[in-house]
C-alpha cells in the first residue's frame, strides 16, 4: 500500500488543520489506519488510530483536540487538529500497519 500525506503546514496556536493521507490499492477499508508524529530530536509516537470498523483511539495528549476519520471511497484518512499548541509542531506520518508508512508533513504551530 502506498500512502501520500498532505495538510501540513504553519498554524499559529489555538488554530486548527486538517491532514489527509490518500490510499493506494482496493483493500483501504480493511485496514487499520494511524498517524503518528514524530517532533525534533523525539521519537515517533501514535497519536490516533481508526480500525476498519471505525473505531478510534487516541494519545492521551491530543484526546478531545484531534479527530482521525475515514472516507472508504475516497480511500483516505483524516486527522482533524484543533486547539494546537507548539508542542504539536512534528512532522505528521499515516501508518498502514505493519509495514506502509506516508512520506511525513511538517505541523508548524507557532507561539
Known amino acids: 500500500v502506498q500512502l501520500q500525506a498532505s495538510g501540513g503546514g504553519l498554524v499559529q496556536a489555538g488554530g486548527s488543520l486538517r491532514l489527509s493521507c490518500a490510499a493506494s490499492?482496493?483493500?483501504?477499508?480493511?485496514?487499520?489506519m494511524a498517524w503518528y508524529r514524530q517532533a525534533p530530536g523525539k521519537q515517533r509516537e501514535s497519536v490516533a488510530t481508526i480500525t476498519s470498523a471505525g473505531s478510534t483511539n487516541y494519545a492521551d495528549s491530543v484526546k478531545g483536540r484531534f479527530t482521525i476519520s475515514r472516507d472508504n471511497v475516497k480511500n483516505t484518512v483524516y486527522l482533524q487538529m484543533g486547539s494546537l499548541k507548539p508542542e504539536n509542531t512534528a512532522v505528521y506520518y499515516c501508518h498502514a500497519p505493519p509495514i506502509s508508512w506516508g512520506q511525513g508533513t511538517l505541523v508548524t504551530v507557532s507561539s
Open positions: 490499492g482496493t483493500i483501504f477499508r480493511l485496514m487499520t
